[in-house]
């Protein structure tokens, strides 16, 4: 570990601070457990930066930062200030870090013990990798007017990383308090269905049920996680994996608007990466 001190006093002389700087090496009072070097990250992705207490000095609180340009900087910070926590030795720390979209494959990540006296830090041991992020969904195809007014919208939240499954899909302005289904499909078509637009075609797979059915609120609002651990999208036809494009839409009931008595939103094109 690269154990260094974090600062200094200006007076000290150039050959007391090499000294200082070998003592803290060598004793390692804090110590960045992960990521630590050779790790390739994806942009948006949520990763748990640990650290323990190596040698107890009653710390403050924590720093963490990261550079994309090696060892030396310049540093960028990810959190400061965070809680103490616990001081024993030993003790376990952890952050959960989103990853920027800065892709470098010189990336370090700093921690700093802040103490009432001497801080001290350490470094991860080698570069790390960051990936560039996914690419934005996008919406394609038309909404219809409904009961609440110009139609549905889809939406979403978080990345498409596969590696994060951290993305969530919404919808809004459909129908009040009315049960609906997020779906999905390879392909994009626009067929009248109901009292909208079908959006999401099956492309030779297949078009799948993301269930139970969501319940808008008054404004017509509603989300699901999308979970690629569960089915569908965990296996067979379904399957979704980095590198797909996959379409989604909303289907809900809205007897107020009269018609048919259900209507859809808009297609949100997901491309799907690591």
């Given at each position: 570990m690269q154990n260094l001190f974090a600062r200094a006093q200006s007076s000290c002389a150039p050959a007391?601070?090499?000294?200082?700087?070998?003592?803290?090496?060598?004793?390692?009072h804090v110590t960045l457990d992960a990521p630590n070097g050779g790790e390739t990250l994806n942009a948006g992705q949520v990763v748990?930066?640990?650290?323990?207490?190596?040698?107890?000095?009653g710390q403050l609180n924590w720093d963490l930062w990261y550079s994309t340009s090696g060892p030396a900087g310049p540093w960028i910070p990810i959190a400061m200030d965070l809680a103490p926590?616990?001081?024993t030795v030993n003790s376990m720390h952890q952050y959960d870090w989103t990853v920027p979209n800065a892709p470098s494959s010189q990336v370090r990540v700093r921690v700093r013990m802040d103490?009432?006296?001497?801080?001290?830090?350490?470094?991860s041991n080698a570069n790390l990798t960051i990936q560039a992020g996914c690419p934005q969904p996008v919406n394609y195809c038309s909404t219809s007017p409904n009961s609440l007014g110009a139609g549905a919208l889809m939406g979403f939240g978080g990345t498409a990383s596969v590696a994060s499954n951290n993305l969530s899909l919404s919808v809004s302005a459909a129908s009040a308090i009315q049960p609906g289904l997020f779906f999905y499909g390879p392909g994009q078509i626009q067929a009248p269905f109901g009292d909208g637009f079908r959006c999401v075609g099956a492309g030779g797979l297949g078009v799948f049920r993301l269930g139970p059915p969501v319940v808008s609120d008054a404004a017509g609002n509603g989300q699901r996680v999308l979970d690629l651990n569960a089915a569908p999208a965990n296996s067979g036809p379904g399957l979704i994996q980095a590198g797909d494009t996959w379409n989604f839409q909303f289907w809900y009931r809205d007897p107020a608007a009269g018609g048919s008595g259900f209507n859809l939103s808009d297609g949100l094109s997901v491309t799907f990466c690591g």
């Open positions: 007391l601070l090499a000294l200082l700087a070998l003592v803290s090496a060598a004793e390692a748990t930066v640990q650290w323990h207490v190596q040698i107890a000095h926590g616990s001081t103490n009432a006296g001497t801080d001290y830090l350490d470094i």
